[in-house]
């Protein structure tokens, strides 16, 4: 969009005085994340969702996502989407010292959010995610979340579809009416 100037001439000593016709601000672009950053981003997202798991207390998970995830997902409601990992027991603390492995390459989807998915290698058991951040005033928030413990195969296979075990929460976009969904 072009900006307009108008130009108008004022009697106040000859001297004409610019204005600048009325433009919405510029969204800011959105810049995908150094290395560094995105690990914090996956580890930070998993290991809340675990202290939610293990308390069976959601409302920081929820309080912590971006406001459309929150207007989407209750902490009630996310302790029903993710029931199956409190059953199971699973513990994710292990994301906090392995390296995760990423099964795409980070991308900026064409709604401007952050999509980040691939494991944690692990004995007997791997961690499958998949997770969605929405930038909020220059900060990632999670948008959408997907997690699945699945058996580990031989060391350096791809990622396995996820199973049948994993759960997730996500606001969908773009329709209008947001919800989780359960793999």
Do not use: C
Request: aromatic share 6%.
């Amino acid at each position: 969009m072009r900006l307009r100037w108008v130009l108008i001439a004022v009697l106040f000593g000859g001297a004409p005085l610019s204005v600048r016709a009325q433009q919405p601000p510029a969204k800011p672009a959105v810049v995908l994340p150094e290395a560094d950053k995105i690990i914090l981003l996956i580890r930070a997202a998993l290991l809340t969702l675990n202290d939610a798991v293990q308390t069976g207390n959601f409302t920081v998970l929820r309080d912590k996502a971006s406001p459309s995830f929150q207007a989407a997902n209750t902490a009630a409601r996310l302790g029903m989407i993710f029931q199956n990992l409190v059953r199971q027991r699973v513990d994710l603390s292990a994301v906090s010292i392995i390296a995760p492995q990423l099964t795409e390459k980070p991308i900026i989807d064409a709604n401007g959010r952050l999509r980040l998915k691939g494991y944690f290698p692990g004995t007997p058991v791997r961690i499958d995610f998949d997770l969605l951040f929405e930038s909020i005033a220059g900060h990632w928030l999670l948008f959408g979340v997907s997690v699945s413990p699945t058996a580990s195969g031989a060391a350096g296979a791809p990622a396995a579809a996820p199973t049948n075990k994993g759960t997730s929460a996500k606001n969908p976009a773009p329709k209008p009416k947001a919800g989780a969904k359960k793999k």
